[in-house]
């Protein structure tokens, strides 16, 4: 945190870029983007079987229908979570994330260590994260790149037919849609 601030006083120092245009960057990836935006997409493939075939088969399409479109969200593919498959994203290269619908992308996403480790022992660093995955389900890495960006959809989970679509999405966390954790069944 206190390299990100003194770079940004350079920059001030420097007129490179004024506080108030930082201020508007932040603004914009705390309420315009985010993983609440994700959690819609999610929440209405949920709900719209219609939505979500499209979803699963045109990602960046779709998700621009929701109005979550900008940079680093040009071109997505969704990847589903199933009874027999659990997705995981990490971008091995560097940090490519799909920021319209999730947000800034955590710390432990950027580390090396993870972006190393997941793709060689996925099911040990899922572990770490508190997920364990039964043996007999298939772990899928995609790799995001300057290309592509990949979301996972989590599977819905038991007791939640009932909800609605605010409700549903207040449920999806950014971590579900990377693949390092489940979705609570609700009791």
């Given at each position: 945190?206190?390299?990100?601030?003194?770079?940004?006083?350079?920059?001030?120092?420097?007129?490179?870029?004024?506080?108030?245009?930082?201020?508007?960057?932040?603004?914009?990836?705390?309420?315009?983007?985010?993983?609440?935006?994700?959690?819609?997409?999610?929440?209405?493939?949920?709900?719209?079987?219609?939505?979500?075939?499209?979803?699963?088969?045109?990602?960046?399409?779709?998700?621009?229908?929701?109005?979550?479109?900008?940079?680093?969200?040009?071109?997505?593919?969704?990847?589903?979570?199933?009874?027999?498959?659990?997705?995981?994203?990490?971008?091995?290269l560097c940090s490519c994330y799909p920021w319209p619908v999730l947000g800034l992308p955590p710390a432990w996403y950027k580390g090396s260590a993870y972006r190393a480790r997941v793709v060689r022992e996925p099911r040990a660093v899922l572990a770490e994260f508190g997920l364990d995955v039964p043996e007999r389900k298939e772990i899928r890495v995609w790799d995001s790149t300057a290309e592509i960006r990949y979301m996972v959809l989590p599977q819905r989970p038991a007791g939640t037919d009932g909800m609605s679509l605010e409700q549903l999405a207040t449920i999806v966390t950014r971590d579900s849609m990377i693949g390092t954790s489940l979705i609570a069944t609700i009791v």
């Open positions: 945190m206190l390299r990100v601030r003194a770079l940004e006083e350079l920059m001030i120092a420097k007129g490179l870029v004024t506080p108030e245009a930082l201020d508007r960057v932040v603004d914009y990836y705390e309420r315009e983007t985010g993983p609440r935006n994700g959690a819609s997409v999610v929440a209405k493939a949920w709900t719209d079987p219609a939505f979500k075939a499209w979803l699963l088969s045109d990602g960046t399409e779709a998700i621009h229908s929701m109005g979550f479109k900008g940079y680093q969200g040009e071109h997505m593919r969704v990847v589903e979570n199933t009874d027999n498959v659990h997705n995981v994203i990490v971008c091995t």
